[in-house]
């Protein structure tokens, strides 16, 4: 017989081991090897069937092994030591303090709102690398101190776990999460009820959600729950998995989150006395929909559309992670429609201008549809891609919201993801950082002295440490095998073979990640004879480490993972290729410590960021990729190897995977290879340990999660919060009514005539010319505008390339017809083909960027006639 439901009875803790209660309930233990360790000495059995999971391992525990904990000394001092340690990390000052103290003004608090969060896998609420991010983010943001509260939602499927048939195709299995069981808490208010979000529907009906906090060290993460009895069926599905159901279920998520969000932030804030956000930050398109709820809480204090729309914008900062426009969420514009206005969601806001936030009117765009990722650029006043290439990419892709602008100077800036160093590195190696100098020191080997600290160690001794990391691996990696193995069908009889699977000592590569067709799981099997070779060579053989989900709706993946699969099945080759199914965060954190090599092979430059290899880093693992995401910017020789690109207009996509797919080869044969093999007298691949070395001492620092996190609050939420505070209400009805009027004067703005005065100029380097241009203003006046030249070298076609912006002054004006007259010098700093041009950009003090109406008066060819391009 089968239960009808399902719930766990915990024993009810002695008195002195109360503080394990508060421990567990901290996910802060997930990256905290000491409070680890604590739980693993409750039940060292107990915590290994419970995964890991503090929660779990309580419900379990007998009660005579709570009285004997409670009565060993050894292990009340430990918790003691645990419990006070935890609470100096909540409660002392960390960077953002001592920042704060030092008059950098920063954000009282930062809302972050992502659709998946990956803290830990005792919380799987995830897919992949958005989500591992978002999580890192959180860990780093409560390391540095900074008064974040995260925002979800609670998936009670998650995402899907993995399997595979006999014959090698992906199942999906959906186990059902039971908050009592997560490491979560629900919201309630001080009498005891639960706080409960609403969401108006068409047709009358609501969305009624509760909210559950889960403590991710200092940062709150409150993730909304629609399974709730007050819901219909269809409005209790809402949040049964992540990135599940047609675009309905996806549109109501998506308000949920954004919407919902908000009131959430609201709720926990009043309830817990948290300060209210100043800065709202919208991690990828998703939760848009939050910049919608916060002007109608504007315009229910009596601040119109417009002005509600910039004091919005000046406090929220939005991220892109795709450089792809296939993975943006996109909706019909009247499916958007019906969910708001009168009878729906928003009924204050005029339906009209929510759909002008994200139509996509621009040229190439499809008017009929609402984009997710435009209504968050348009949202807000700061923007970033996850590396400086995603970012150029980013400009390329959005331009079209600011016609008239190059690329570069559309304000889309970057900031480069980093990855949580406690949450990802192997305790081995963080041992061996520190020496003999204890857990503090430990950590410290991740940060500034880490290169002192990695110099010190011995060739020997860290040759020593990849082996028994490799060895841990192939324990892993088999005893997962197994078990796939044993879901597939095969009895024990069947499966002697897997004890020979993997070698401790042979060179090890990893390749891990989701399975979308432009990440190419399948580029390796492109010449599988050679591959072959490769993995049999006599004196070289290489062993491969492969692991990935496809989206439950792709099949062209999923039939990509077939194929691999297939190939690691035959019995040539299966000692020496593995597939593990169900990639998560469990398996993630052996692989990247055990692997040598860490593959990645992305059709350039799809990869946003991809942290993959850095998580690998941190452990000493050596990078073999193409050059996108992150491996463009920090890629050196010491820290890997660069797969050349066939990225040419002209090469088609088979015959660009065959290049690649070659190059790769060649890597690995001729240089990875021989450079892991190639041993000195005393036994040791020396040029190699030299790599890692230099890849924990030189690389490790660049990629973590806090230099992340710093430069958000440096460089966006600092920003963004000080916009917030200066558009008060009446600053922002000036901004919105002073561009309503320029857009409106706009047509009248143009560049009339340009001349320089070359009688004493020469075109030589240092000299200077002097432009005299005369502008029409039409209705706007010079302190509306900044006039500019704009200087720098030209190609064949006289397009400017790394051009600088030099102001012109008025120098009279206006004449008769209007029109002003406006100066400057214009310095020749630079030799070779040289030019330039004169533009008109509106001007206001309370403007981010001259960008930012996306307007911009030109000279036409006629204006600029005889001026202009100055050197051949």
């Known amino acids: 017989m089968k239960a009808i439901r399902r719930f766990t009875v915990r024993p009810v803790l002695p008195e002195p081991l109360r503080p394990l209660s508060d421990l567990s309930r901290n996910l802060r233990w997930s990256w905290h090897a000491e409070t680890r360790e604590l739980f693993r000495s409750v039940d060292p059995e107990g915590w290994r069937a419970a995964g890991g999971d503090p929660v779990r391992l309580l419900g379990s525990v007998s009660a005579g092994r709570l009285a004997e904990l409670a009565g060993d000394e ?25 920042q704060d103290a030092q008059g950098a003004r920063l954000p009282a608090a930062v809302a972050y709102f992502s659709p998946e969060f990956g803290v830990t896998a005792a919380l799987p609420q995830y897919s992949g690398g958005l989500g591992i991010l978002a999580g890192d983010h959180l860990k780093a943001a409560s390391d540095l101190g900074v008064p974040l509260i995260g925002v979800g939602l609670l998936y009670r499927h998650g995402y899907f776990r993995q399997s595979l048939s006999r014959d090698g195709w992906q199942q999906e299995h959906y186990p059902l999460l039971d908050p009592n069981e997560l490491p979560v808490a629900l919201l309630r208010r001080p009498g005891g009820s639960p706080v409960r979000i609403t969401l108006a529907l068409p047709g009358g009906r609501c969305l009624y959600a509760h909210v559950w906090v889960a403590q991710v060290g200092r940062v709150p993460l409150l993730m909304l729950d629609s399974d709730v009895e007050e819901n219909g069926p269809g409005e209790r599905d809402v949040t049964d998995r992540l990135y599940g159901g047609g675009s309905e279920h996806r ?43 916060r002007i109608q809480e504007l315009s229910t204090d009596g601040v119109g559309f417009d ?194 699977v993997l ?18 799981l399948t580029l390796m099997l492109r010449d599988r004879d050679r591959l072959m070779d490769m993995l049999l060579h006599p004196t070289r053989p290489v062993q491969i480490v492969v692991a990935g989900k496809a989206h439950p709706a792709d099949d062209g993946g999923k039939r990509l993972v077939q194929e691999l699969v297939r190939f690691s099945d035959d019995p040539r080759v299966r000692h020496r290729i593995v597939f593990l199914p169900d990639y998560g965060m469990g398996m993630a954190q052996k692989l990247y410590p055990g692997c040598d090599v860490w593959l990645n092979n992305p059709l350039r430059p799809l990869e946003a960021c991809g942290t993959s290899g850095m998580k690998a880093a941190l452990n000493g693992c050596l990078n073999l990729s193409v050059l996108d995401g992150w491996w463009d910017e920090w890629y050196e020789p010491d820290f890997g190897w660069a797969i050349p690109t066939a990225d040419g207009p002209t090469t088609d996509e088979d015959r660009r995977d065959e290049l ?33 070395r230099r890849t924990l001492t030189h690389l490790g620092p660049k990629v973590l999660a806090g230099r992340m996190v710093r430069e958000y609050v440096e460089l966006l939420y600092a920003p963004a919060a000080r916009a917030h505070r200066s558009l008060d209400t009446g600053a922002a009805r000036e901004l919105a009514a002073w561009k309503s009027r320029v857009r ?21 380097l240092g000299s200077t010319l002097a432009l005299r ?19 720098g070298r030209v190609d064949t076609h006289d397009s400017l390339a790394d051009g600088q912006a030099f102001p012109l002054k008025p120098a009279g004006g206006p004449d008769q017809q209007g029109r002003w007259i406006y100066e400057g010098p214009l310095t020749l700093d ?43």
């Not at 060179?507 to 990640?513: D, P, Q, S």
């Not at 409106?744 to 030589?764: Q, R």
Request: proline share 6%.
């Open 251 to 293: 549109l109501l998520q998506e308000m949920l989150l954004g919407i919902g969000g908000v009131r959430a932030v609201r709720a926990y804030c009043a309830v817990t006395g948290h300060p209210e956000p100043e800065v709202f930050h919208t991690n990828e398109g998703h939760a848009g929909f939050l910049g919608l709820e």
């Open 830 to 872: 630079r030799t070779g083909p040289f030019g330039y041009t004169v533009r008109i950009l509106p001007s206001h003090r309370l403007l981010a960027a001259g960008t930012d109406l996306g307007l911009v008066a030109l000279p036409t060819e006629s204006t600029g006639e005889g001026a202009g391009v100055l050197m051949r």
């Open 744 to 764: 409106t004067a706009w047509p009248g703005v143009a560049v009339d005539h340009v001349e320089v005065d070359e009688a004493n100029c020469v075109a030589e």
């Open 773 to 791: 241009v005369r502008v029409a203003l039409g209705d706007l006046q010079p302190e509306d505008v900044d006039v500019q030249a704009v200087a």
């Open 503 to 520: 070698d401790p000592d042979i060179l090890t590569i990893g390749f891990a990640r989701r399975v979308p067709s432009y990440k190419r």
């Open 660 to 692: 690649e797919a070659n190059a790769l080869y060649d890597l690995i044969e001729q240089r990875v290879a021989p450079r892991f093999y190639d041993r000195g007298g005393d036994g040791l691949p020396g040029r190699w340990i030299e790599m890692v």
């Open 307 to 500: 002005a509600a729309l910039e004091a919005v914008r000046a406090g929220t900062v939005f991220t892109t992670h795709t450089p792809v426009p296939a993975g943006i969420d996109r909706f019909d514009r009247e499916l958007v429609a019906r969910h708001f206005g009168d009878g729906a969601e928003l009924p204050g806001v005029d339906v009209g201008r929510i759909l002008q936030l994200g139509l996509e009117t621009y040229p190439g765009g499809e008017p009929g549809l609402f984009n997710m990722a435009v209504m968050g650029l348009r949202l807000a006043q700061r923007a970033n891609g996850v590396s400086t290439l995603h970012g150029a990419v980013s400009r390329c892709m959005f331009a079209g919201l600011w016609p008239g602008f190059d690329p570069d100077e559309v304000p889309i800036t970057s900031i480069t993801n980093g990855v949580h160093a406690p949450t990802w590195v192997a305790p081995e190696v963080l041992r061996l950082g520190a020496g003999a100098d204890g857990p503090g020191p430990a950590r410290d080997a991740l940060g500034a002295d880490g290169p002192e600290r990695w110099n010190a160690v011995a060739d020997s001794d860290l040759w020593e440490l990849r082996r028994s990391l490799r060895e841990q691996l192939v324990g892993e990696v088999r005893t997962r095998l197994r078990a796939s193995w044993r879901q597939r069908g095969a009895g024990s009889a069947e499966l002697g073979w897997i004890d020979g």
């Open 74 to 98: 050894n292990f009340m001092g430990r918790l003691t030591a645990a419990s006070d340690d935890l609470e100096d990390y909540l409660r002392g000052s960390r960077w953002y303090q001592d």
